[in-house]
């Protein structure tokens, strides 16, 4: 990415703490009629009155989690936001408000955090939360956002990574794999730009892939689907650290085993072309890439009928007793067991 160098730059200590803490956070509409009192004092005030509190929070850190040499900062405050909101959706509940903690260095004008905001921003609006609070600091190393998602439900409706059966089904939503060669691609164009500054990437191919790693969404469709299907998962997870390990996430969760069908695994055209040319195995992709932000679930077997043919929906396996283990069975019907190689943060900091 060329960058403008005749670019505005407010510095921070211009602002100040407080100063910067109203630049940001100025023209935040409330929405929700479970917000009482939002940014502005010690504490937001929620009410849920008879419903369910469901709260999540992730922490992105500038070198581990996103690379701001190919990340647009108002694309990682976007991505900052649903990849929380995914979370609360992975509860079957609804997204309802969200708190943004920053930490940064110096070499941050007031410019770059509000494309930040922009991006976090246009995430609360379309998917109708409230900004309702959050903390600023320094950083001595680059970027560190962490944003708290809160979501509301009806007790019933909470579904956990407990619950699935030995003979339920597991199902997936979209496609999985795409985000990782997204971030493939991203980091082929990074060096190619390294070794060549006037080089201008032609990434028309490869669309969808850097749309999913650089702008996921969260399926916040799939609880109402759902609902309008009458089919109530029995367990459920979102998928951020690659199919594999959530697979494992769910089935040790539930004490049952599992068999995944290679040949059921839903991936991009896309991603098949672009597999095909960086000489990946596009099962090993499938399995273990990560940041798809799709949902895994299991439903009872009775409800086959129900999501049949449905275009959201993949049934990619089954769950077994847990003594059967879990495994992949292979497009040669070979068995073999299920291993959890998807994103690992702490490895990535080793």
């Known amino acids: 990415m060329i ?9 921070l ?64 405050g976007y991505k900052a936001v ?15 408000q969200i708190t943004v903690s920053i930490a940064v260095s110096n070499r941050f004008p007031i410019e770059a955090l509000d494309e930040l905001y922009d991006g976090i921003k246009l995430a609360a609006k379309i998917y109708g939360v409230d900004i309702v609070g959050g903390d600023t600091t320094s950083s001595t190393k680059g970027m560190i956002l962490s944003i708290t998602a809160i979501g509301e439900a009806e007790e019933n409706d909470i579904i956990y990574r407990k619950g699935a059966g030995t003979t339920d089904l597991l199902v997936v939503t979209g496609d999985v794999g ?3 060669m997204g971030l493939q691609v991203l980091e082929r164009e990074k060096q190619v730009f390294q070794v060549n500054p006037n080089n201008q990437p032609d990434l028309d191919a490869y669309s969808y892939l850097i749309e999913r790693q650089l702008k996921p969404e969260a399926r916040r469709d799939i609880n109402d689907i759902l609902k309008a299907l009458e089919v109530q998962p029995t367990s459920m997870i979102d998928i951020s650290d690659g199919l594999s390990s959530e697979i494992i996430h769910l089935c040790k969760n539930s004490g049952v085993g599992c068999n995944l069908y290679e040949e059921k695994i839903p991936v991009d055209p896309q991603l098949i072309n672009t597999c095909e ?28 009928e129900k999501i049949k043919g449905n275009p959201n929906f993949t049934i990619i396996g089954h769950m077994v007793q847990e003594t059967e283990g879990m495994h992949l069975i ?18 990535a900091e080793q």
């Open 330 to 347: 292979t497009r040669a019907n070979t068995k073999i067991p299920l291993k959890a190689r998807g994103w690992n943060a702490l490895e």
């Open 178 to 180: 795409s985000a990782y």
């Open 82 to 96: 649903v990849v929380n909101l995914s979370d609360i959706c992975a509860m079957n509940a609804r997204p309802t």
């Open 277 to 304: 040319e960086f000489n990946i195995d596009i099962t090993t992709v499938a399995l273990n890439g990560g940041e798809d932000y799709e949902l895994l679930f299991t439903i009872k077997m009775e409800d086959f």
């Open 3 to 11: 960058e403008d160098k005749n670019q505005q730059r407010t510095s």
């Open 13 to 76: 200590s211009a602002m100040g703490e407080f100063g910067l803490i109203e630049h940001l956070t100025r023209n935040i509409e409330i929405t929700q009629p479970t917000t009482i009192a939002g940014i502005g004092d010690d504490a937001a005030v929620l009410d849920f009155k008879d419903k369910k509190a469901v709260v999540s929070t992730d922490l992105l850190i500038e070198g581990v989690h996103f690379d701001l040499a190919y990340m647009p900062l108002k694309h990682l």
